[in-house]
């Protein structure tokens, strides 16, 4: 409790700061950088390295009130194959920019709904990706997957084509929390779903979970950890749900009045905490979970873990590569953004240019901020010595950052010559002093609650 007064004195219940699943976060793309840079960028990947593919399927049957994803609801799939049709295009003008002996690290099927594909237009989809990207030695193939809407035929065409992770939302398997955020999945429909998955030999299984939705309490959360647990998973994501309305539309028709107040947020998420590391959970920075042996608790022990647009990742590779819609690429140089608007990206990709429409170029007092930030997220702890070291330019300008992070927080950071370490208990504190080095954060009125 000493610590939740701390950390309400430094202001965790108020803040409204990013994820920083990017540095700069996607707010402060501009059109500066469009699919020239996405093209040079593509070209500019060496000889024989990883890349990993994310690609965006941004329709669904139905449109969770709670949801801010990006994708559009449709009744046919007629604007589905069309857009399949696109993402094929946009393979082949992908394609011929990169070397030819790039191999493949990951390949992550979001949205949206990727499972509202049916099996034979995700067998299009798969052979024309592995047609023109050969598999890497660690190799992983992760889709999101909806229980409500994946058929037995969908599942056994995605593990035929070597899925080995699988992504499922739960949310809460409370009833009146679904009811409350127009999202109803019983907990039949998902456990035959993993059943199914795991007879087909799925390697990894995660689930997505909420807190801080309307009704929910520390009895309904408990026992939907519960049930969750139950099905075994070998990853969780625990996220705080963002009341965003004014960015999310659809959140409007959830009633505010129902939502718990900050210190309940911070007790639900504390609970889930106490139930998944006292089942044998081990806590993967602010918002993750993962069993002892799992991908992320490995790298995070060998100190690499990261982040991207997923969360975070135990990907390595240095270039990932966004198809879709709204998907965004990472690259050395920079970060582009596809088209919003699905009508748009159609007309880019198939006017035969790549469908970058804003992005962003990195500069080395980017870069800088941008390792910090990830340092934060993924260990509680910043390596400053070495950050110095790789940005000499850059060194006093670092100095003075720390120092003034740790006497602005003297609780809770702890500050030596070499590094900048997050003190035990502080850790809902990570995305403030995220955001303390963030040089855009100007406006605290457009990102999530800090918890
Ligand atoms: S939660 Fe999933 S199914 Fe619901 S609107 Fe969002 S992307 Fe679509």
């Given at each position: 409790m000493t610590e939740f007064k701390q950390l309400r004195r430094y202001g965790i219940l108020d803040a409204k700061v990013p994820r920083y699943t990017s540095y700069p976060p996607a707010n402060h793309f501009s059109d500066q950088v469009g699919q020239a840079n996405?093209?040079?960028?593509?070209?500019?990947?060496?000889?024989?390295?990883?890349?990993?593919?994310?690609i965006h399927i941004p329709f669904c049957k139905r449109l969770c009130w709670f949801c801010?994803?990006?994708?559009?609801?449709?009744s046919t799939l007629r604007p589905v194959e069309?857009?399949?049709?696109?993402?094929?295009?946009?393979?082949?003008?992908?394609?011929?920019?990169?070397?030819?002996?790039?191999?493949?690290?990951?390949?992550?099927?979001?949205?949206?709904?990727?499972?509202?594909?049916?099996?034979?237009?995700?067998a299009?989809?798969?052979?024309?990706?592995?047609?023109?990207?050969?598999?890497?030695?660690?190799?992983?193939?992760?889709?999101?997957?909806?229980?409500?809407?994946?058929?037995?035929?969908?599942?056994?065409?995605?593990l035929s084509y070597g899925m080995n992770r699988a992504s499922i939302g739960v949310q809460d398997f409370d009833p009146d929390v679904q009811k409350a955020i127009g999202r109803l999945q019983s907990f039949q429909q998902t456990s035959d779903v993993v059943h199914h998955l795991?007879?087909?030999n799925?390697?990894?299984?995660?689930?997505?979970?909420?807190?801080?939705?309307?009704?929910?309490?520390?009895?309904?959360?408990?026992?939907?950890?519960?049930?969750v647990m139950s099905l075994q998973p070998d990853r969780l994501a625990l996220y705080g749900y963002a009341h965003v309305p004014w960015m999310s539309k659809r959140q409007v028709l959830i009633d505010e009045s129902a939502l718990p107040d900050p210190q309940m947020r911070y007790e639900l998420s504390g609970i889930a905490r106490v139930l998944l590391t006292s089942d044998g959970f081990e806590q993967i920075g602010f918002d993750h979970f993962a069993r002892p042996g799992d991908g992320l608790s490995i790298a995070k022990a060998n100190g690499q873990l990261r982040r991207n647009f997923q969360g975070y990742t135990d990907d390595t590779a240095d270039v990932l590569i966004g198809l879709g819609a709204s998907s965004i690429s990472k690259f050395p140089q920079g970060y582009s953004q596809n088209e919003s608007a699905t009508a748009k990206y159609v007309t880019a990709i198939e006017g035969q240019t790549l469908a970058g429409a804003r992005g962003y170029a990195l500069s080395d007092a980017d870069r800088w901020v941008a390792l910090a930030i990830e340092q934060l997220m993924c260990g509680f702890a910043v390596n400053i010595a070495q950050l110095q070291a790789d940005f000499p330019?850059?060194?006093?300008?670092?100095?003075?950052?720390?120092?003034?992070?740790?006497?602005?927080?003297?609780?809770?950071?702890?500050?030596?010559?070499?590094?900048?370490?997050?003190n035990p208990g502080f850790e809902p504190l990570v995305r403030i002093l995220a955001g303390q080095l963030d040089a855009f954060q100007a406006s605290q009125t457009s990102h999530s609650s800090a918890i």
């Open positions: 996405q093209s040079e960028w593509l070209r500019a990947v060496p000889q024989g390295s990883a890349v990993s593919l994310y801010a994803c990006r994708t559009q609801g449709t069309a857009y399949v049709e696109t993402l094929l295009h946009e393979i082949d003008l992908i394609r011929a920019r990169l070397p030819k002996d790039v191999s493949l690290s990951r390949l992550h099927l979001g949205g949206g709904t990727p499972t509202i594909l049916p099996s034979g237009l995700m299009l989809l798969l052979d024309k990706l592995f047609a023109n990207f050969e598999k890497g030695d660690a190799f992983e193939f992760s889709v999101e997957i909806d229980p409500t809407e994946a058929s037995p035929d969908l599942l056994d065409t995605l795991r007879s087909g799925l390697h990894s299984l995660n689930m997505d979970l909420l807190y801080g939705l309307p009704f929910q309490t520390q009895e309904s959360l408990s026992q939907s950890l519960q049930e330019t850059y060194a006093p300008i670092i100095s003075t950052a720390f120092t003034q992070l740790a006497a602005a927080f003297p609780l809770g950071v702890t500050l030596d010559d070499n590094s900048l370490t997050v």
